[in-house]
């Protein structure tokens, strides 16, 4: 569970850096509406009682959490110095001229 979620996060950075580069390319996942359709899902299956779907429900809503996460961090590969110190650089894409 924990690998899905960690997974779920980094989906998430990337996500934002995408959007911050393309922007409209990849907004953030809607959590409150996430959040209620999911709670109103897991509900229904409870009454219905259909647990493992209930369950699976719940493991989506947790996906979304973690994605919103995600999208709050630092896009930076674990252990940079940019991860360490939590800046957002954007790096130039282009070569210096050498001389």
Known sequence: M????????????????LNERYPGSSPPWALRLGLASTARDIVRHVRGREVEEALFRGVD????????????MSNAAPGSSESASGN??????????RR
């Open 61 to 72: 809503g947790l996906g979304l959490v973690a994605h919103r996460v995600g999208y709050a």
């Open 88 to 97: 957002r650089t954007r790096i130039n894409s282009t070569r210096p001229s």
């Open 2 to 17: 924990a690998s899905l979620l960690g997974a779920l996060a980094r989906y998430g950075a990337g996500a934002r850096w």
